[in-house]
């Protein structure tokens, strides 16, 4: 690759001497890898105190898982003209789909309607950088509604997700490790929140996702948000169907209930019968997208590649958004 600096120094000679010059450059990033590899779950003390929730925000179920697992409604509240300094109490535009019980996670995806944000391709993109304002522009066929629904979650997550920056926090809330530290990027699970009805809430993400590869210091980087059971890929709204957020599902994962009730582990992979361990159940046949809160080389919506990642909609092949990655 070229530097930006000296492709355009020698351009400049390259006009003087009335030679015509033409420059291509391609780059691609990678994301983090997995492993199938299970450790043993950390026993984190709880907290004396638990963290509060804003009054504004609708009550989530406590713990206990309820007393029915088939949605009705879904609900997402999304800002469509929030900046870095909009208000809490901005007004908001409702998105609300309903989710019929049952059915099977790896129908694609409808193409997105509505007339595209750009045309042509975008000549200039910005970069994914947290600490900077939030501008996911310049992917074609991306309606305005569409870009301004991505910005808007990931500018909560990063806003909210932080609360959570200590396990130890993230435990006294519900949330409990699935045993995969050794892989590098450890999630912890609410199983009541990823059994009920309410998606893509930045305050109370199904997932937490934290960097583990320096021992002994996890990192949040991300929220994974999940559907509710029985949800496929056509039960996403379709504000949030589009060449930014790629949802995908895990039809292959296995997980067994430990003797915490509020906590399941990976326990392998489905046989090639398509069965799991005996004693485990798949858990994970939903559509499910990750927030990075910390730059990605794959964009802030990127899945992770390799052994267990999970599988996109039929027809599509797992997207690396390099225009939006950021530089690590």
């Known amino acids: 690759m070229i530097p930006v600096k000296r492709t355009r120094r020698f351009v400049r000679v390259s006009a003087l001497l009335g030679v015509v010059t033409c420059v291509a450059a391609a780059c691609g990033g990678a994301s983090h890898s997995a492993s199938t590899r299970v450790a043993?779950?950390?026993?984190?003390?709880?907290?004396?105190?638990?963290?509060?929730?804003?009054?504004?925000?609708?009550?989530?179920?406590?713990?206990?898982?309820?007393?029915?697992?088939?949605?009705?409604?879904?609900?997402?509240?999304?800002?469509?003209?929030?900046?870095?300094?909009?208000?809490?109490n901005s007004s908001t535009t409702h998105?609300?789909?309903?989710?019929?019980?049952?059915?099977?996670?790896?129908?694609?995806?409808?193409?997105?309607?509505?007339?595209?944000?750009?045309?042509g391709s975008p000549t200039s993109v910005k970069p994914f950088d947290p600490s900077q304002h939030i501008d996911l522009s310049g992917t074609p066929g991306v309606t305005p509604e569409q870009q301004h629904a991505a910005e808007a979650l990931l500018r909560d997550s990063l806003r909210d997700l932080p609360r959570f920056a200590s396990q130890s926090t993230a435990y006294a809330a519900g949330y409990r490790t699935i045993g995969d530290a050794i892989t590098g990027d450890e999630h912890w699970v609410n199983w009541a929140y990823a059994k009920d009805s309410t998606i893509l809430d930045s305050k109370h993400p199904e997932s937490l996702v934290y960097d583990t590869r320096k021992p002994g210091h996890p990192v949040l980087e991300a929220a994974m948000f999940m559907f509710p059971p029985g949800s496929k890929f056509t039960d996403i709204p379709a504000v949030y169907r589009n060449g930014l957020m790629q949802f995908h599902v895990h039809n292959d994962i296995c997980f067994a209930q430990t003797n915490d009730p509020l906590q399941k582990v990976f326990a392998g992979l489905r046989n090639s019968n398509?069965?799991?361990?005996?004693?485990?159940?798949?858990?994970?046949?939903?559509?499910?997208?990750?927030?990075?809160?910390?730059?990605n080389p794959c964009g802030p919506f990127a899945a992770l590649s390799g052994i267990a990642a999970g599988q996109v909609p039929a027809g599509q092949n797992p997207n690396c958004d390099t225009a939006h990655a950021g530089v690590l």
């Open 40 to 88: 043993t779950a950390p026993t984190i003390a709880a907290p004396a105190t638990t963290v509060s929730v804003p009054a504004r925000v609708a009550k989530r179920p406590k713990h206990a898982a309820p007393t029915t697992t088939t949605p009705t409604t879904i609900r997402r509240s999304t800002r469509t003209t929030a900046s870095p300094t909009t208000p809490h």
């Open 95 to 119: 998105v609300i789909a309903a989710v019929p019980a049952g059915g099977a996670a790896g129908v694609p995806i409808p193409a997105s309607t509505g007339a595209p944000s750009n045309s």
């Open 274 to 295: 398509g069965d799991c361990p005996s004693g485990t159940t798949l858990a994970g046949n939903v559509p499910m997208i990750h927030a990075w809160i910390v730059k």
